[in-house]
Every structure is written in C-alpha cells, then in structure tokens.
C-alpha cells in the first residue's frame, strides 16, 4: 500500500505539471483527491491493516494528499498569473491618446423659453405658481366668470374625464386658486405656467397638449396703463429693445376690458411682409382688466381692488423668437431640431 501511495503521487504530480488550462488542474483535482479518488479507496482499505501499519500508511496517506494539493495550488498560481499578464497585453490603453467627446443633453427650446420669461417676471417681482393639470369645471370655467352653457366655452372645446372634471384648458385656474386660497385677501403678484389641453386638430400653428404662461395682478389702483407698461418691458427684453406694442380691443369673460397684443415685425421692422401677412404686426399674447366678477368669486372686494391678467404661449413666443415654422418640431423629439438650440 506504501508503494501504491508513492506511485499515485508521482503520477499526480506529473500531471499537474502538464496541466495547462485550470479547467486541466481542476480536472486532477477531482481525480486524485475527490471522493472518488485513489487515495480515497486506499485510505478506506486501511481497516484490513495491523494496527501497527495503520498510523504510518494514514501518515503517508495525508503527506501524498498534500503534496499534491500544494503542487495543484501552485500550480494554479501560475495558471492564473500568466492568464492575467495575457489579459493586460491585450487590453493595454494608451493613456496619452486623446478622449473621445461625451455628447451631453441640454435643456429643450421650450424648457429655456419658459425659464426665461419666469425670470423675466420674477425680476419685475412676480411669484411662480403652479396647480393641477386635471381641474374642475368649477376653478376652469365658473370661477373665471364661464357659467354652464356659457356661448365662450366653445372657444376652448375640452377634454371632459366626467362632467365635472377635466383636463384644465389653460392656467387661469391657478389664478383662481390662488386668490381664493388667500385668507386675508392682501395683494398678488403672480404667473403660472404649465401644460393645457384643448380638443384641438394638430397642425403646423396648432397642437392639442401645449403650454401656456398666465400672469396676474391684483392690487389697489391698478390701471390699464400699468398692465402695457409691464407687456411693453416683457416684450423689448424678450424680443429686442426696438420691439414696439400696440393693443388692441378683444373679448375673454375673464377681463374687461380685454385686448390683444401685437409686437411690431422684426422681419420687416413693421413695413409689411409674409411673416405679419402685410400688415407689420405680429399677435403673441391677450391679456385685459380682471373681470369684477371674478374678483368677486375669488372673494375680493371689486370697488376695493382691481387687477390685470395675461396670458402667453411659450410655443409661439418660440416660434416668433427663433424662427421655427412648425408648432409640431417642439414635440416630436427630432434631434437635429433640438440640438440647434442647445446651449453648451
């Protein structure tokens, strides 16, 4: 048996040696010292020794066991040494070669246009709200002085959810939210940008999910004048200190009185052209005098306060700012559209 432990580990130890994989190392592994192993089955034979031949074969049998598990180890060493030194050659980097150029995201042309007419207002003192996107038919249409089955709500066909629900159909709620929240009914100063949605068929000039920019004033002695001369600085310091203004009579229930705002056209500098179809005036906004009753409704007091409101696409004002001739490029996610505006 002493023998036959001798020459299983000379045989082992040949073997590791010729081993060139660890797959080929594992494999000597499982055969010389697995449970199934050789020295496995001489060591199980050891009952039929003497007692006195038991403690030296069981010694010999430990010292052929590690032997070649230390030869195995060692072995493996190796293996995995030159693996990696292979593994490094082959994937060497070049650390003085020039990096390759991350292209980054930026804000998109509507995100940079709202942000700047919000800093715009909050530089001349106005407060940024926000409110829901799906409103009540109440704060959308009755607060703002639009009873059921009142004529104006054709001009905003909505998206009913039920019949007191729906998705708001621009952001003068928030406008009634706000007033009606304030307890002690002191003054506001306010915009509220956000998306609206109107029943509306998508075309180059319109879209059924837009956004809209909102802004109110209520305040004692507030006067017409003080709503053109605030439209007046918005529209020099958004579009060029050579932009001029007119107003012009309109109707919304909201306000009375009620205008439209033209800017005169950059294009042409107010001569005539395609762009201001001739007339050298271009519409971008409508705005008016708060109505009383919806000063009224808000719980304010109409002979006591008075106020002004406006309201802006940021899409249009976009499109008027950079020369874009489709409201659709701002939502179809074209990429050669959008890094064109993209600031580094």
Known sequence: MKEQLQAL????????????????????????????????????????????????????ANTVRGAIAEAINHKQAVIEAAELEKQL?????????????????????LTTIVEEIEDLFIGMGFEVKEGPEVETDYFNFEA???????????????????????????????????????????????????????????????????TQIEGLLVDKNVRMSDLKGVLDHFAKQMFGEDREIRLRPSFFPFTEPSVEMDISCKVCNGKG????????????????????????????????????????GPERIAMLKYGV??????????????????KQ
């Open 9 to 60: 580990q000379t045989e082992a130890l040949e073997k590791v040696t010729q081993a060139s994989s660890r797959k080929e190392l594992q494999d000597v592994r499982v055969a010389y010292l697995g449970k199934k192993g050789p020295i496995t089955e001489v060591l199980r034979g050891m009952g039929k020794l003497s007692k006195e031949e038991r403690p030296v074969i069981g010694e010999l």
């Open 89 to 109: 050659a082959a994937e060497t980097i070049d650390v003085t070669l020039p990096g390759r150029p991350v292209p980054t995201g930026g804000a998109h042309l």
């Open 144 to 210: 703002l002085n639009l009873p059921k089955e009142h004529p104006a709500r054709d001009m905003q066909d909505s998206f009913y959810i039920t019949e007191e629900i729906l998705m708001r159909t621009h952001t003068s709620p928030v406008q009634a939210r706000t007033m009606t929240a304030i307890k002690d009914k002191r003054p506001v100063k306010m915009i509220c940008p956000g998306k609206v949605y109107r029943r509306d068929t998508d075309d180059a000039t319109h879209s059924h999910q837009f």
């Open 273 to 312: 052209c395609s762009v201001c179809k001739k007339t050298g005036w271009i519409e971008i906004l409508g705005a008016g005098m708060v109505h009383p009753r919806v000063l009224e409704m808000a719980g304010y007091d109409p002979t006591e306060y008075s106020g002004f409101a406006f309201g802006m």
């Open 325 to 342: 001739d489709d409201i659709r490029h701002f939502y179809t996610n074209d990429i050669r559209f959008l890094k064109q505006y993209h």
